[in-house]
C-alpha cells in the first residue's frame, strides 16, 4: 500500500500558507486495522 501512496510528502509554503490547488488538500490514511499509537512527523524547512 505505501508504493501506492507514499510514506511522505512535501508541500511548498509561500507566506506561511500551503500551496495547494483548489480541490487538493492533505489526509492521513491508516490502512492498519490494528488499533495503535501513531507519530506524525511534520518537518519545516526554509527562511
Same mark, same amino acid.
Given at each position: 500500500? /505505501?508504493?501506492? *501512496?507514499?510514506?511522505?510528502?512535501? *508541500?511548498?509554503? #509561500?507566506?506561511? #500558507?500551503?500551496?495547494?490547488?483548489?480541490?487538493?488538500?492533505? /489526509?492521513?490514511?491508516?490502512?492498519?486495522? #490494528?488499533?495503535? #499509537?501513531?507519530?506524525?512527523?511534520?518537518? *519545516?524547512?526554509?527562511?
Amino acid at each position: 500500500r /505505501a508504493s501506492l *501512496v507514499g510514506p511522505s510528502l512535501s *508541500v511548498p509554503f #509561500r507566506e506561511g #500558507r500551503l500551496i495547494l490547488g483548489t480541490w487538493q488538500q492533505i /489526509a492521513f490514511v491508516d490502512f492498519d486495522n #490494528r488499533p495503535r #499509537r501513531r507519530v506524525l512527523i511534520v518537518q *519545516v524547512m526554509g527562511e
